[in-house]
């Protein structure tokens, strides 16, 4: 059975940094792209980031551009989110999932478009 785990949340200040790991069991995801995801309190799942397959490609939401770097090892099977100059507004429960189709060559970023989601890790940003 598939399974995507997440870790490395936590509480910090604003302006400090987590990193943040998803490990893949079960299978695996070296031919699918993965995609990071948050959800706040109250409000939508939400986008984050997007990594190519083969990790050559990255895409990002506009409000963590030049701050989140989504990085992948397949020998791992884990893929990472580093997370810097953290904001109160970045407080979510972070998710990763991979994309439902394999070897595909763009990003995508709807909820629907992934598949194989973990429980989630709880990151916290003081002000």
């Known amino acids: 059975q598939a399974q995507l785990v997440e870790s490395g949340g936590g509480l910090v200040q604003a302006g400090g940094s987590l990193r943040l790991s998803c490990a893949a069991s079960?299978?695996?995801?070296?031919?699918?792209?993965m995609g990071w995801f948050r959800q706040a309190p109250g409000k939508e799942r939400e986008f984050v980031a997007a990594?190519?397959?083969?990790?050559?490609?990255?895409y990002y939401t506009d409000s963590v551009k030049g701050r989140f770097t989504v990085s992948r090892d397949n020998a791992k099977n884990t893929v990472y989110l580093q997370m810097n100059n953290l904001r109160p507004e970045d407080t979510a429960v972070y998710y990763c999932?991979?994309?439902?189709?394999?070897?595909?060559?763009?990003?995508?970023?709807?909820?629907?478009?992934?598949?194989?989601w973990g429980q989630g890790t709880q990151v916290t940003v003081s002000s």
């Open positions: 079960g299978r695996t995801f070296s031919t699918n792209a």
């Open positions: 999932a991979a994309d439902r189709v394999t070897l595909s060559i763009g990003l995508v970023t709807k909820v629907s478009d992934y598949d194989d």
């Open positions: 990594i190519g397959w083969s990790g050559g490609t990255t």
